[in-house]
């Protein structure tokens, strides 16, 4: 009987009890989002992501990503961005 004791035990349950470990104490509390402020900067940033969400949407559907005014697709992209800009909590000024 020579050898250590993790030589000795298999590996499975070690790992299964280690990955359950590790899940639970990921759900240990829910997130308290009171602690978050916002920051001057918010609207800026709120305005890049956006852009850049309706960006991928207009490229995945094989729009321009700026297209002219005269365009469908510009009325389309403003629709998108108005909507992105919206569920982030703010209002057309």
Do not use: H
């Amino acid at each position: 009987m020579t050898g250590t004791i993790a030589a000795r035990l298999p590996a499975l349950p070690v790992l299964a009890c280690l990955s359950t470990l590790a899940l639970l104490s990921g759900c240990s509390s829910p997130p308290s989002y009171r602690e978050w402020t916002a920051s001057p900067d918010v609207p800026t940033v709120a305005y890049d992501e956006c852009t850049e969400q309706v960006d991928n949407t207009m490229r995945l559907r094989g729009y321009p990503l700026r297209p002219l005014p005269e365009t469908p697709q510009f009325g389309y992209r403003k629709e998108i961005f108005a909507l992105c800009m919206r569920r982030k909590g703010y209002a057309a000024e």
